[in-house]
C-alpha cells in the first residue's frame, strides 16, 4: 500500500509517529507525544500524565493547547482524580461525548478552560503502565470518533517504544559518563599518584644524605606537601566517581580508613580497586572488607616497619579478593601479639571464604583475604 491508497488516518498517524522523534531527551519525547496526539484526533486540549512510581498518582503532566497565563491561573497540575483518576484505576481506553456527565467527574478549577468531550489513553512500556493520554474538546464542537480512539491507542504503541528508547539513551549516556570518569580516575591513581609517592620517597632519601638541617627541614616540609596533594588527588578521584551503591561508597571508606591510619602508618597506604567494587559488593560483605582492610594495615603499622604500604580490593568473577601487603620486616618466627589475624580468620570463615598470610616476594608481608560475592 503506498502513500497514494492509505487510508488518511493512516497517514495522519505514521505523521505523528515520525513527528515524535529518536534519540531524545526524555522531556522532549513526551512534549512531543502530546503534540502528536493533540494533532493526530483533532483535540484542542492535550496532556500526557506521568504516573507516580507506586502507580497511584500523577507524578509530572505535560499540557498543550494551554498558555503559560492560563496554566498560572489555574495553579497546582492535576494529580489524577475524577476522570482523570479513572485511567489510572482501570489502564484502558476511555471515550466520552460529555465529561460533566459522567458520574466521576471531578469538575474542573476555577479559570480552567470548557471541555465537553474526552478521550483517555494508557500508555505501557514493558506491560507496565507509563501514564496517560487525555485529549479534551474535539475541534468542531462534535465528539470523538472510534476511528480517533484507535488512533490514539495506536500512538500510544509507538510512544511507549519512543520512551524506552529515550529511556535506554540516557543510561547509555550515563554508562558513558561514568566510564570515562572511572578511566580518568584510574589514570590519576595509577600514574599521578604513584609518581607523587615515588617522589616523596626520593625526597626522604635525600634527606637522609644531608647534613644541613635547614635542608632536611624542606625536604620533610616537602614531603608533607606531597601528602597532602596526594589526599586532594584521591578526594578528586572519587569525586569524579562517586559511588551511589548498596555498599554505600565502600571506595569511600576503605580510603576513609587509610587516612585513620596515617599517622600510625607514617605514609598513606596505596589502594588499588579492581573491577565494580562499589556495585557488586553487598553490604554485609562490605563491612567486613573495611574491618579486614582496618586491621591488616593496623597489624602492619605495629609490626612491619614498613616505609609503604598497598592494599588492592578486586572483583574477580564470583569473589571479591583483598590483599594488604607491606615491605617491611616480614613476619620471621613471630606472629603478631593480639586476636586481629584471628578475627580475619573468622570473618573469612563466617563469609565462606579463605585467609592466609605469608612472605611478599622481594620483602615483607602479605595479607590475602578472599570471600564469594554470593
Partial sequence: MDAATRPAGLERLIAAITSIGADLDLPVVL??????????VGATYGALGVL???GTHLSAFV?????????????????GHGILGLLIVRPEPIRLDDLSEHPESFGFPPGHPPMTSFLGVPIAVRGRVFGNLYLTEKQGGVPFTDEDEELAVGLAAAAAIAIENSRLLARERQLDIANERERIARDLHDTVIQRLFATGLSLQSAARLSTEVEVVNRIHQAVDDLDVTVRDVRASIFELNPPATSSHGLRRRLLSVGDELFDALGASPTFRFEGPVDSAIPDDLASHVVAVVREGLANAAKHAGSPTFDVRVAVEADRVAVTVADRGRGLGERRPEGHGLDNLASRAEEAGGHFEIGARPGGGTELRWLAPLV
Fill in 52 to 54: 507516580s512510581p507506586d
Fill in 31 to 40: 512534549r512531543r507525544i502530546t503534540e502528536a496526539a493533540t494533532e493526530l
Fill in 63 to 79: 499540557t498543550v493547547g494551554i498558555d503559560d497565563e492560563a496554566a498560572a491561573v489555574i495553579g497546582d497540575l492535576p494529580k
